[in-house]
């Protein structure tokens, strides 16, 4: 996010510093919600590879329905917005694409990875 930032050229300002604040705190939700899912999905009696994919599966809506809702409204705050509101939009929307991108993808392939080369019988959740 930083380093998307800074190829614009963006000066941090304190509605920038806002808009990275909020889309942090999105980023732990969808942490939290796929968590969640993962762990209904162990306790309906799936296996550990099953749930993890059901968890994912199930999570993405949800966290793809908050994250665009957001981006629609940072994409309309720059457009009606001036100074400070367009600074707080552009990190607003930059955060919200690389919270999505980080929760679903990064978020994953560190699960798979660490379940590769551990194996372990259960997740600690």
Known sequence: MLGA????????????IAGIALPMGMAVDA?????ERIKEELRGGRSLLSSLEAGFTRAFGTILDSHVTTLV????LYWLGSGPVKGFAVTLSIGVLTSLFSAILVTRLQIVTWLR?????????
């Open 5 to 16: 930032l800074s190829l614009l050229g963006a000066t941090l300002t304190l509605p920038g």
């Open 31 to 35: 942490n939290v919600l796929i968590y």
């Open 73 to 76: 409204a940072g994409i309309l």
């Open 117 to 125: 080369r551990y194996k372990p019988k259960a997740i600690p959740l």
